[in-house]
C-alpha cells in the first residue's frame, strides 16, 4: 500500500492534506518515498492520485511539473524534462 493510502487510512477516509494543499496553489509534488516498504511505486501514486484523489491527468502533469522544478536537476535537464511532460496531452 502506498504513503498516500496509509495517510489516507490514518484519518479513516479518502482525505489527506495533498489535494487541499494542491487545490490552494501550493506547490506539491508526488514521490514514491519507500517503495518495498510501502509496496508502491511512483506509477503507483499517480494512479492513486487519480483515481482515490481526483486529480485530473492535466492536474497530473502539473504534479510531475512540479517535481522536476523542485528538484536539483541543473537548468537545461529541467527544461528538457519539462518539455516532455507537456507533450502528454
Request: proline fraction near 6%; charged fraction near 20%; avoid cysteine.
Amino acid at each position: 500500500m502506498s504513503r498516500l493510502f496509509h495517510l489516507a487510512s490514518a484519518h479513516r477516509s479518502t482525505t489527506t492534506p495533498l489535494r487541499a494543499y494542491f487545490d490552494l496553489g501550493l506547490m506539491v509534488t508526488l514521490n514514491s518515498d519507500d517503495p518495498p516498504m510501502f509496496g508502491a511505486s511512483l506509477l503507483d501514486e499517480y494512479a492513486l492520485a487519480h483515481t482515490q484523489f481526483g486529480f485530473s491527468l492535466s492536474q497530473l502533469r502539473e504534479l510531475a511539473a512540479n517535481s522536476v522544478e523542485a528538484s536539483f536537476l541543473p537548468p537545461a535537464r529541467k527544461l528538457a524534462l519539462l518539455s516532455r511532460i507537456e507533450q502528454y496531452r
